[in-house]
């Protein structure tokens, strides 16, 4: 590409910095096209970060758009006191709606309370964008998680079932995005697709952000199963024959508690995660989400469910 | 990695013949960006099909749609860094639908790696993909000579390769050309500079792409500020504030600066740069910022921001563009489409037709119809005006895309020329 002239000055923008333009630009869309857009919030340090960068877009102003919360009820509790604190110190407007309303409106039916809950986490949802009538929903999802959201658009179009159809997918090019959709459908948008494990860990110790205690290194009851460690719970105890043992453990996601698992480290702060995720050999998924290891593709087959 | 490090996107072009998913998978391994139970994963999948070494090329391998299907999908998404650099790579198959998902990819990279097959030497999907390059205006070109271990890694063959490229790139307005043989099945030229080919006293791919200067990759000189969002509080402290919130596409802007408010002309200074992070004296592009202006002038979402100067962009109804076709379904010239440019969208027609550019031959064909995959030469007329530079020389202002009211799919994207 050819240029005008070339400017001398030379300004440090460091990747931190790039990614973190990029989503602010991307949120200023939503908020700039879509009628009646949601930012999903739940807690955790990808939505975490998705509220910095909000704040980076939007203040002195208020968010033109509600945090939303879609609760399975299988929570962490430190994760659930972050969620309402941080939203609480923003003064933004948080709506929570849960699993179980769906299970008395007999829209889920499970078969016991236990089991992990993420699959049906795409019927509430829905029901809750069509509650509200939202053309678009903001995700914390990162392409660098899974293969099927490597392959998913930032705006990612969706039917009026929710659906994700791989095959038809609207070009995304430069940084100019169609945000149209008609009554009934929606979009999901997810301003931070670009960013990584690492990158997150870097930006949360710029930020200094405030995140759940369990991300850092705590000593917990576990135990051991198909080379997983499985915090003991309310809902998960140990089955006869398995031994409790209590070990230095970190999330390094958090979701469902039936079916997130710590990983063994002794890191307490951001600094020592992110020179643990500099040398780590296993992918976040792959080390810490159960639900997704039942087959190679269940998180595309999730994503087609309406899952976000 | 500490947090200075920069970020550059690229894409790879080629087959899976010249080797792409191979290269692609020995920079993610031998950079030590493979975790384990991805390795393990396409081991067992090796092993399954029969293979002695694991196939580095599964680490790209799809989804189970296209798996069942028999079909790709255009473009993922991947990601490593090294100590100097983050890196993200737009991976598109090389397959019939090649021009759009190339297109597409190239649209946010730095650069492209261009794959030939030694063997074989410039090829006409070599012209393709170079042209598609130019098009697309990404600045830089890594011309991958791979498979040299198939040619003895030979000097000779190698100088021969290069010669004819370079004729043929002068002839595009391709500028930053790098040239480097290797062998991605051998990790030769990669990461590792290998023990094969040490007449070649150039980078290894992975230390060229850690070393290319990025940092002109945008226009610095012009300022140009797409007004996003506007910023009203309307509360307490805030309850007069009125900013103007955007990305900087170019240049950058000074508090004190006049500006100029496009399409309406009026003019103004910049009095405050807002930030979360506290006010700026300066702020560049690609920052990120919501700007305040000494007078109260009527803006909104769509206008642009331009320091008043020597380079003023065009503000018009009419313009030409390079359009490539995205969509299933031809373009209708009796049809009216929506064009979104930076952050104004506006209805549109195609006044006229040119040609099509024979991507691979590079001859024009006029007065043609216009379907997937085509690069076609078209005059637009746009209800509004709009602001615009040439996609020349800049690649926000003058891009745009093309998007169908009746499906709203996005059917082409456009480059103003």
Same mark, same amino acid.
């Given at each position: ?20 333009? =990029? ?55 430190? %994760? ?76 990612? @179009?969706?039917?009026? @079932? ?83 043992? %209590? ?62 | ?33 493979? @975790? ?17 070494? %694991? ?12 798996? =069942? ?137 992975? =230390? ?210």
């Amino acid at each position: 590409m050819k240029l005008v002239e070339k400017n001398m000055t030379k300004h440090t923008f460091t990747h931190l910095d790039a990614l973190e333009s =990029e989503s602010i630009h991307i949120m200023r869309e939503v908020a700039a096209e879509c009628k009646n857009p949601a930012l999903l919030f739940s807690g955790g340090k990808d939505s975490i970060v998705m509220l910095r960068i909000a704040e980076k877009a939007f203040r002195p102003a208020k968010f033109p758009f509600p945090l939303v919360h879609i609760d399975t009820e299988h929570n962490f509790p430190e %994760v659930i006191a972050t969620r309402d604190k941080l939203a609480n110190d923003l003064g933004e407007r948080l709506i929570v709606r849960s699993l179980e309303d769906s299970i008395k409106r007999g829209s889920i039916v499970i078969k016991d309370a236990s089991l992990p809950r993420n699959p049906f986490q795409s019927v509430t949802l829905l029901e809750t964008i069509a509650e509200f009538g939202f053309d678009a929903c903001m995700g914390g999802a990162r392409r660098d998680e899974e293969k099927a959201r490597a392959k998913e658009r930032i705006f990612s @179009f969706r039917d009026e @079932f929710g659906q994700w159809d791989p095959k038809n997918q609207r070009p995304e090019l430069w940084d100019t995005y169609n945000t149209r959709v008609h009554a009934g459908e929606n979009i999901r948008v997810f301003p931070i697709s670009n960013w990584t494990e690492m990158d997150i860990w870097q930006y949360i110790g710029r930020e200094q952000l405030h995140i759940p205690s369990i991300y850092y290194a705590h000593e917990r009851e576990v135990i051991r199963r198909g080379g997983l460690l499985v915090p003991i719970s309310d809902l998960v105890q140990p089955k006869p024959g398995e031994k409790v043992e %209590v070990v230095s453990v970190r999330f390094r996601t958090v979701g469902d508690v039936t079916c997130t698992a710590p990983v063994e480290s002794t890191a307490r702060t951001v600094e020592e995660i992110i020179e643990e995720t500099a040398t780590t050999r296993i992918t976040e998924r792959g080390a810490t989400r159960m639900d997704d290891q039942t087959s190679d593709a269940s998180m595309e087959l999730r994503k087609k469910e309406g899952y976000f | 990695m500490d947090t200075t490090t920069q970020l550059l996107r690229f894409i790879t072009a080629g087959s899976v013949d010249d080797g792409k998913s191979t290269l692609i998978g020995r920079l993610l391994h031998d950079s030590k960006s493979i @975790f384990e139970d991805q390795f393990s994963a396409i081991s067992k999948t090796s092993e399954k099909r029969g293979m002695a070494a %694991v196939d580095l090329s599964l680490l790209t391998d799809g989804l189970q749609a296209e798996r =069942e299907q028999g079909i790709t999908i255009d473009v993922a998404y991947r990601y490593f860094a090294t100590p100097k650099r983050k890196f993200i790579i737009g991976d598109t198959p090389g397959h019939e639908q090649y021009t759009r998902n190339m297109v597409t990819a190239a649209s946010t990279a730095n650069l492209v790696v261009i794959l030939i097959d030694a063997r074989k030497g410039v090829l006409t999907q070599t012209r393709r993909h170079s042209y598609l390059a130019s098009l697309v205006g990404v600045p830089h070109i890594v011309l991958a000579v791979n498979k040299m271990d198939m040619v003895d890694y030979s000097q000779a063959r190698f100088d021969e390769i290069v010669a004819e490229y370079k004729a043929f790139a002068a002839q595009l307005n391709l500028h930053d050309v790098h040239c480097i043989p290797m062998s991605a099945l051998n990790g030769d030229m990669v990461v590792d500079r290998g023990d094969n080919l040490g007449w070649y006293q150039g980078p290894a791919l992975l =230390e060229l792409l850690e070393k290319v200067e990025i940092d002109h990759d945008v226009n610095t000189s012009d300022f140009r500020f797409p007004v996003q969002w506007v910023c009203r509080p309307q509360t307490g402290e805030y309850h007069d504030f009125r900013g103007f919130a955007g990305r900087i596409e170019a240049g950058e802007v000074s508090v004190g600066d006049e500006v100029t408010v496009l399409p309406s002309g009026r003019t103004t200074t910049v009095k405050e740069i807002v930030t979360y992070d506290g006010n700026l004296q300066t702020a560049f592009a690609p920052q990120s910022v919501t700007l305040t202006l000494s007078d109260e002038i009527d803006i909104s979402r769509g206008d642009m921001l331009v320091r008043s100067s020597a380079h003023p962009p065009k503000v018009e109804k009419t313009f030409d563009a390079m359009l490539c076709w995205l969509s299933e379904s031809s373009l209708d010239k009796s049809r009216k489409y929506l064009i979104k440019h930076t952050t104004r969208t506006a209805k549109c027609l195609f006044s006229s037709v040119d040609y099509r550019v024979d991507v691979n031959t590079l001859e024009q064909h006029v007065n043609p119809t216009v379907s997937m995959n085509d690069i076609v030469r078209v005059a637009i007329k746009v209800q509004q005006p709009l602001v615009f530079d040439s996609y020349e020389i800049d690649r926000a202002t003058g891009s745009f895309i093309v998007i169908d009211e009746a499906t709203n799919n996005t059917v082409a994207a456009g480059m103003i020329r």
